[in-house]
Structure formats: C-alpha cells, structure tokens
C-alpha cells in the first residue's frame, strides 16, 4: 500500500489502548483491510461491491440457530 493510503480504524477498538481491531483504506475499486495492530503485514483487498455487500449482510438481523 502506498504512503499516503489514508487508513480509517474501526469504531468497535476493543478495551485498553483500542488497537485490538482492524483498519480499512478506500482505493476507489477496492477496499484494503488491515490489522491495526501490524499495519505493515498482509493487507486484505476486497472489490467495492462485495465489501458494501458483506457490510449491509452485517446490518441485517439473522434467524436464531436451531
């Protein structure tokens, strides 16, 4: 990822010092996620579409497992 990737940290940080999380930068057609506790190890990319996709099957409620 380039210098100047502007990464975003996520509003749920975990206790403490709020580095148990994850971090994602916009790349226009995709979307990278990272570790916020390594930044400079594997990066996850991901096309916009599915990212958005994956984000609004989190909003929506499940049926409880039987």
Same mark, same amino acid.
């Given at each position: ?35 916020? /506790? *390594? @930044?400079?190890? &594997? ?15 989190? /909003? *929506? @409620?499940?049926? &409880?497992?039987?």
């Amino acid at each position: 990822m380039a210098a100047l990737t502007q990464w975003k940290k996520s509003s749920f940080s975990g206790g403490g010092e709020g580095n148990d999380c994850v971090e994602v930068a916009d790349l226009r057609s995709h979307i990278a996620v990272r570790d916020s /506790k *390594t @930044p400079t190890r &594997a990066t996850l990319t991901f096309p916009t579409g599915a990212f958005t996709a994956f984000l609004e099957a989190l /909003k *929506t @409620p499940q049926p &409880a497992a039987r």
